[in-house]
Structures are given as C-alpha cells and as structure tokens.
C-alpha cells in the first residue's frame, strides 16, 4: 500500500520551482479576517454568511481543495464566539484573534491516532516528576476535532509531488528549530524562503506516526499547519511580520486556493480526556461523588497509566489496558468517538457547559468526506494510473490502488463505445478527455467535471468562483 505524502525532504531543488513559474504567484496579503455582522444572507444551519467579497486567481493551474477531520490534544477548551458562531481559541480578545489563534501555526493529529501522543508522551506515571504527577503533560485536557479544508501550494506540488510536504515539528507557533533559537531546517526555511532555500510557501505536511513502540495507533498521522511569519512564536509575531509573509490560515470567509492561503477550519466541537477515559465515572470514595477531573482522581491516590519508558504496561485504569497492542488502541479510537458522540446526544458533562456543547457539530461520515472531496489524480500525479487511488478515513488520505476495488477512483480518457454519449467517438463533446463520476455518470475536460464540487465545502463554508473553473 502505497500513501501519498511526502515522507522526507533532502535539499530543495529550485528547478522544481521553475517548473510552475509560467504562473503568477503572489504572497497571500494578511488581512482581518472578514467577520460577518449580520446574517440576512445566511444559507447554512450554522448561520455562517456568505461573503461578497472574493479574491481574484489568475493562475492556470492550482490544487483541488480537500476536506478532511483531524484531532488536536489541547490543554484549553475552546470558546464559542456569539458574532462569528464558531469556536476560537480562549487566549484572545476580538473575534479576528481567536478565529486565527486556535490554528496558528501548529501541528493536529488524524482522528485516528489522537490519542497516541496522550498514551505515549502525556500520562505515563513513571516519566512525570512527583510534583508534576498529577497533572499531564503541557496539561493536555481534551481532544478537540477540527473540520478542516487545505489546498497546497503549485510550488509544494512541483517539490514533492504529493497532496502534503513532510510534517513540521511546531513549538508555540513557531517551526521548532533544529538547534538552539533560530536556526531552522531548509523545510521551515522553505515556508517563505530566502536567498538560498526556494519559497514553496506555507505548505501542510503529514507523516505516519503508526509505529511508536509505546502507541502503535493503526492509521495515526501527524500533521503541521504554517500560517504567517511562521519562524517566531506567537509572542512575537509583530504585523509587519505577517504582513510580509505568506498566508497559510485564510480569511474566516475564504476557500484556500494554494495560492492567497492554503487552509481554513471550524471547530466542530471537544471532548474532555477525562470523560472519554472514565475517571468522571468513577466515585471518590473519600466524598462518596464523582471524580471532578483528573487531578482529583490523581490526588487521591488514583494511577491513570504506569509502563516503562518503552511503554511496557504495569498498571492503568481500565480505559488504557493493552497499551502496545495496535487493536486495542484502534478500540481506544472508538471509544474516544463514541465517547464524543454521547456528549452530543445527551448534552451533559462535569467540565463543559451544557450551552457550549449545544453549539458542537457531530463529525461527517468518511462516506460524505469522500463523495465530496476531488478524486486523487487532480492532486497526485502518481494517482493518475492504471486503477487510480482511494481516499480513506477522516484524514481522506490518497491510497494507491492495484485492482478496481470499492472506493477507487481513475481518470478514463475516453469513454466506453456503449456510453451512448460523446456522439459514439469515444471522446466527450468538447474533444477533451473524459472522466467517471462517481455516480456513474461521465463528464469532459477533468477539471470542469463536477465530482459534487458544492458538496465538498462544509455547511460553514461559502464554495468560490474558482472552484468551478
């Protein structure tokens, strides 16, 4: 089985630059995200507006945006913001702040394998000093799932051809360096570049994390999202600093193209750890009530997870027995899942408000990310093959496919001689090549043909002119 990602990165070939430069290629201007203030135009459930305004494209060619759900382990609880009706981050003031700061620079996991970096860095009994014992790692405390829509760069396509670059290490909004403050990979410098390293712009990177001894989670990607002035962090990213580099996070009302930016999201909602484990179930005996958190559980005496620094298991609650066979972690995933899933249904728990959850979306089905996403092949040259490519689980990763098996998708260049369509040459009407929709029917020229194209924005979304190009 063969995934498209770049999964390393030597030395950034400026030829590979070249090759798109018949194009223009401009720095996404950072602007204030758009924040709508009225909803008379609302279309969706969620009461998100669509914006007039829409950014001009001239390029001839750019990446098909792909929808995907991925997870991060956060220490804050997302806050839900009245006039712009979605989640942001708790540390800023305005509207614009808290849309830009809750993805700002900064690495997510897949769904899939969100819990491995809780099991394998966060909770482990023996690697946490006595005083820090009762409280996890960085203070991890929920999973919040982000509904999220990316477009590459052309100049990320041309260097890896691929749908991601390699995976970044990100440290407080920054692109973690490589030795001491400010010395940093030729792939960070990459992200706006410099004399010496080409700027392919602020690419997403992704990269397996299936085989840590410690959390061998089946399907477990980590992933980076650069915004702006990726190379200092958050405190001292100045606005000229952003202003003169190019823009990763979109407006709140903008599609990325790969080219002004390369990624938007909503949060849909978050789960607290201690609610998918179980210590909110369990009873204090010294009080005769429920454990409030994880702390209390700790202070009272309680062991969440003991294992070797290998990850060899000597004691644990329940929720986290078996911790290095890959089974029972994929079990784990679906228990996390599930535990969301009840949160929504019976809007209760001990650590969020019932009015906040009220504001939480369930996740889409893999079925609906992958009807509404573009087949491999617009994206990944190797996709366009004999049988085609697959996209697979909340991360719509493209897998390539050796026979013609359920879910992949292949470019077919002419149509059937029995189609009855393309007047029975064998080619469609306007000459060009031709390809299968998913509901069987055909359509011509590829990148005009519509894969449901209105389909892969999420309900918070307003789909652009250059989507239909």
């Known amino acids: 089985m063969k995934i498209y990602v770049a999964v390393a990165a030597s030395a950034l070939a400026v030829s590979s630059v070249n090759a798109v430069s018949d194009r223009e290629v401009r720095a996404g201007s950072h602007r204030t995200p758009v924040i709508p203030q009225s909803c008379s135009c609302c279309v969706y459930l969620d009461q998100f507006c669509q914006v007039a305004e829409e950014d001009p494209n001239s390029d001839k060619y750019h990446t098909k945006p792909v929808r995907v759900i991925q997870a991060r382990v956060q220490s804050d609880a997302p806050i839900w913001n009245e006039t712009t009706n979605a989640f942001g981050s708790k540390y800023y003031d305005t509207a614009e702040e808290q849309f830009r700061g809750a993805l700002d620079t900064v690495n997510t996991a897949s769904v899939e394998g969100a819990l491995m970096y809780v099991q394998a860095e966060g909770i482990n009994y023996n690697t946490r000093s006595e005083e820090d014992r009762c409280w996890r790692k960085n203070g991890m405390q929920y999973v919040v799932f982000y509904d999220i829509v990316f477009a590459q760069t052309n100049e990320t396509v041309a260097e890896y051809e691929s749908e991601y670059g390699p995976m ?68 001292n990213k100045t606005e000229e600093c952003r202003d003169s580099t ?63 620094e290998a990850g060899v298991w000597n004691a644990s609650i ?11 972690n994929a079990v784990r995933t679906q228990k996390l899942l599930s535990a969301y899933a009840n949160l929504l249904k019976s809007n209760k728990s001990s650590q969020i408000e019932s009015a906040v959850i009220r504001h939480m979306q369930p996740l889409p089905t893999v079925a609906e990310l992958t009807a509404g996403n573009p087949p491999c092949y617009f994206n990944v040259k190797d996709c366009d093959s004999e049988f085609g490519c697959k996209r697979e689980l909340y991360g719509q990763m493209c897998t390539l496919c050796n026979s013609t098996a359920t879910g992949c998708v292949r470019l077919l260049r002419t149509l059937p001689s029995d189609s009855g369509e393309g007047g029975g040459d064998g080619r469609c009407d306007d000459g060009l090549d031709c390809v299968q929709l998913r509901s069987g029917g055909w359509c011509g020229g590829g990148i005009g043909c519509a894969f449901s194209l209105a389909s892969l924005k999420p309900k918070w979304m307003h789909v652009h002119h250059w989507l239909n190009d």
């Open 168 to 235: 970044l290490p990100m440290d407080g909004g920054q692109c973690t360096p490589i030795s001491g403050t400010n010395v940093f990979s030729k792939e960070c410098v990459s992200l706006n570049g410099n004399t010496s390293v080409p700027n392919l712009g602020p690419f997403i990177g992704g990269e397996s994390k299936e085989t840590d001894a410690r959390a061998p989670y089946p399907n477990c990607w980590w992933y980076s999202f650069p915004n702006n002035c990726p190379l200092q962090k958050w405190a």
């Open 246 to 308: 190019r823009q990763g996070l979109c407006d709140m009302d903008t599609l990325p193209d790969g080219i002004s930016c390369t990624y938007n999201y909503r949060i849909l909602g978050y789960v607290p750890i201690d609610d998918a484990v179980g210590i909110t179930a369990m009873t204090n005996k010294a009080t005769g009530e429920k454990y409030a958190n994880f702390t209390e559980f700790c202070e009272a005496g309680g062991v969440e997870f003991q294992a070797s």
């Open 318 to 328: 329940p929720f986290w027995k078996d911790p290095q066979n890959a089974t029972a």
